[in-house]
């Protein structure tokens, strides 16, 4: 990825959400262009909660949902779960958003990065 090794890609994106209230789960959508492939977004949706149950997700890209699954928290790693995700670069602005669900409780994680 371009961001991690000194590319000239335009900066990554990144928008935090810390989910319900009252807990300590929280989440986090990374948003940047493939190293020498201006024309390929990579996504990284994460969750950090404390339990291993399942969470339902969906990335949308500009209003269509682009991927969705469903991931077991794991509670050993401190990262629930990472979804990783390539996307074509829109002309304009490419809004993404990254939702999460948990399957038991209901509660939501919503991150939005306008790139």
């Known amino acids: 990825m371009a961001w991690s090794d000194g590319g ?3 900066d990554p994106q990144v928008d935090r959400d810390p989910c319900g209230a009252g807990t300590s789960t929280r989440a986090k959508l990374k948003v ?28 949308k890209h500009n209003g269509e949902v682009s991927d969705s699954g ?17 996307m074509l670069n829109a002309y304009g602005t ?13 509660e939501v994680c919503r991150a939005y990065v306008p790139y």
């Open 94 to 106: 490419d809004d993404i958003v990254f939702r999460a669900e948990n399957a038991r409780t209901g």
């Open 32 to 59: 940047g262009t493939a190293e020498n492939n201006s024309f390929r977004l990579v996504v990284i949706g994460t969750v950090w909660s404390n339990d291993t149950d399942s969470w339902d997700w969906k990335l």
């Open 8 to 10: 000239n890609a335009q």
């Open 70 to 86: 469903r991931s077991r928290g794991s509670e050993d790693s401190g990262i629930s779960f990472r979804v990783n995700s390539v």
